[in-house]
């Protein structure tokens, strides 16, 4: 399969690689969760970009601010880390798109693995990340 890279291609991979933020969406103050180990482990190994923990109900995670959706973040996001429920993935993939998100990192599962209702919500997941230019990892990625 011979595609050329192009420009679009190469600025995904920077994004993905050497994001200058990446929002945890489901961040927890529990690090046995998905969104409290992910985010514990970018402040651990220090990383150097803006981290942005998403969580509605709370007003802070691990210390650092929290916002109730991507949108209100208000800075560059470039890659959004998704550990929501499957039920709230749709809005958490519609979110992103809104507010620029360049490549959606999705860890939660149960899609096209689970049956055909899965297997559809993972469709309309790639649809919205289609329209939005989004690069999608994932689901089920870890």
Do not use: H
């Amino acid at each position: 399969m011979d595609q050329a890279v192009t420009a679009p291609s190469i600025e995904a991979v920077r994004c993905a690689l050497d994001p200058r933020g990446v929002a945890i969406l489901g961040a927890s103050d529990d690090v046995m969760k998905w969104g409290g180990s992910i985010l514990n482990l970018l402040r651990k190994f220090n990383y150097r970009g803006a981290i942005y923990p998403v969580n509605p109900r709370a007003d802070a995670v691990q210390g650092l601010k929290a916002y109730p959706n991507v949108s209100a973040i208000g800075q560059p996001v470039d890659v959004a880390v998704v550990v929501v429920p499957q039920a709230l993935t749709l809005a958490a993939f519609e979110d992103c798109a809104r507010a620029g998100v360049k490549v959606v990192l999705m860890v939660t599962s149960q899609f096209a693995e689970s049956g055909a209702a899965g297997a559809a919500l993972q469709d309309q997941l790639l649809q919205v990340a289609r329209r939005a230019g989004m690069r999608s990892i994932g689901p089920n990625c870890m």
